[in-house]
């Protein structure tokens, strides 16, 4: 058998970038940022991607070439390779269950966008007002409510998202190419567009109800540095759990992926501008859209009191319909069109741990591994699309999303550059490269990344940045004034809107 390798250079940068970014740049981002004080987040933000995010994705280009050199691609067996120790084999399984873990609630967020880009060009959500699109996504996530005739159409339009994703998993490193060489330009058209709708909006968006809506509003939040929240150790979690996801470091997605680059690859330049690429979609793209367009219409009060992720799917197409039919059409399948390329090329990168690996270990054929992948993918996601509400959802994302990245990256670095050692490491990452690293980054990624790590790690326990969110609609007569009350007292605090009862408790409060 040939080994399989990358079939261009733009195939791998585009399959690598469509790795990085993804819904994490387009919902995750703007939604930290904000809940973590706007400008304040940047800072931290931009401090840990230079410290840890950077720096781990030249640890992880490197160790991923250095398995495939090998003929190996999965975690397991490329830690294993790095130091006899059989212990580093079963540390390496965390690379593929991680990947199992995220993709079982992210598919689940990607099969949403598929059936809003469909929505959106059938024109379900024109005339809507804001409280019936909101009422749209509850009843649709409440998948036994019937959505426009369709039952269950949440549990439909999964199973066809994992189909997808199994179909183009079983045509191998091809597959994964073709749709990130279609994907990702069209992701940069329609971000550019909707960041341009963002930009130019400015205050004509301001109505008697809204007299403060302004665009420029929402950018100048995000943009304008604010330095009391330094000292904040939330603001620093929550911004390194981001450049993690964003990155999808920690994950043994790149190692995958890099493991079957060809080895006179210049892969210091790769990882490099794979990391920029994200960070320029992430914050100008990312905080061109969500954000500025609700400020534009609602004003910044709104988006901070209403800042989540469900804001891109209850209030964006309400905001896009004021654009007109055509207009606003074009801007929803834009909209979930973006969200739907950056999450499949990013789902497709989960899978291919899992499929190396059972190529590897048991000769598995590719289909066979892809079509295990789907199977799973829907068995441990099916409790996130049924019991969406019940927040099972959160559980994945802290634990699979957020915890065991650092975990991983930590135990990763250390080996990279303590056993393995720096000097081999670091001969590694600069074999067949033309651009040279600076060299301060051989201390940083031994010294610096680790003992950042390992605060993040620690930290994470003293604070664990979860939420339980309550949320019913205003009309539901089930919730009465003392069930509210009763909340408020055990700690949860109010962010309702107009139709809707949303309160808010941090884990802390929430566990007494
Ligand atoms: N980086 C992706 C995003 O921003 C998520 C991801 C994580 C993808 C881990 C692959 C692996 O959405
Ligand atoms: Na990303």
Request: aromatic share 16%.
């Amino acid at each position: 058998m040939k080994a399989e390798s990358w079939g261009t250079r733009l195939g791998l940068i585009l399959a690598m970038a469509g790795n990085a970014v993804g819904l994490g740049n387009f919902l995750r981002f703007p939604v930290q940022a904000v809940q973590n004080g706007g400008g304040a987040f940047i800072i931290p933000y931009l401090v840990c991607f230079l410290l840890m995010g950077i720096p781990l994705l030249w640890v992880e280009w490197s160790v991923g070439r250095f398995g495939g050199k090998k003929g190996i691609h999965s975690t397991p067996f490329i830690l294993d390779a790095m130091d006899r120790r059989r212990f580093w084999k079963y540390i390496g399984v965390f690379g593929i269950f991680t990947n199992i873990a995220v993709a079982s609630y992210y598919c689940y967020i990607e099969s949403w966008t598929l059936s809003y880009v469909f929505h959106s060009i059938i024109g379900t959500f024109r005339g809507m007002s804001q409280a019936e699109v909101a009422q749209f996504f509850v009843d649709y996530t409440e998948i036994d409510k019937t959505t426009l005739g369709i039952p269950y159409e949440a549990i439909v339009f999964y199973i066809l998202c994992l189909a997808l994703n199994t179909w183009i998993l079983s045509r191998g490193l091809a597959g994964i190419e073709k749709v990130a060489v279609v994907g990702v330009p069209l992701l940069l058209i329609f971000g550019a567009f909707l960041a341009f709708q963002g930009l130019t909006l400015g205050t004509s968006g301001a109505t008697p109800e809204h007299p403060d809506a302004n665009s420029w509003e929402g950018i100048n939040f995000l943009w304008t540095p604010q330095y009391d929240s330094l000292l904040n150790p939330k603001v620093w979690l929550a911004a390194a759990g981001q450049i993690f996801f964003t990155l999808s470091v920690g994950m043994g997605t790149i190692q995958c992926y890099a493991s079957y680059v060809r080895s006179k690859e210049d892969i210091a330049l790769n990882a490099t501008s794979a990391g920029f690429t994200n960070e320029f979609v992430e914050v100008v793209l990312g905080s061109l859209i969500v954000i500025p367009i609700a400020a534009g219409y609602l004003g910044i009060d709104w988006v901070r009191e209403n800042a989540g992720f469900g804001m891109a799917f209850q209030t964006m197409p309400y905001l896009f319909d004021k654009w007109g039919a055509l207009l606003g059409a074009i801007a929803g399948v834009f909209w979930f069109g973006l969200l739907f390329f950056a999450g499949i090329t990013s789902s497709l990168a989960m899978g291919t741990p899992w499929v190396g690996f059972m190529q590897d270990e048991f000769r598995w054929t590719r289909e066979k591994g892809a079509l295990s992948f789907g199977l799973i993918i829907l068995a441990f996601g099916l409790p996130t699309v049924l019991f969406f509400h019940q927040g099972v959802f959160d559980e994945y994302d802290y634990w699979g999303g957020t915890v065991s990245l650092v975990i991983f990256a930590l135990i990763e670095i250390i080996l990279f550059a303590w056993i393995f050692g720096i000097d081999k490491g670091w001969a590694e990452l600069m074999e067949g490269s033309d651009i040279k690293v600076p060299i301060v980054y051989k201390y940083i990624i031994k010294y610096i990344t680790p003992v950042l790590l390992l605060f993040v790690f620690l930290g994470s326990f003293i604070s664990p940045p979860v939420e339980k969110r309550f949320v019913a609609s205003k009309s539901d007569e089930k919730i009465t004034e003392n069930l509210i009350a009763y909340l408020e007292q055990n700690g949860f605090e109010q962010r309702s809107t107009d139709q809707r009862w949303i309160l808010v408790a941090s884990a802390e409060n929430f566990s007494k």
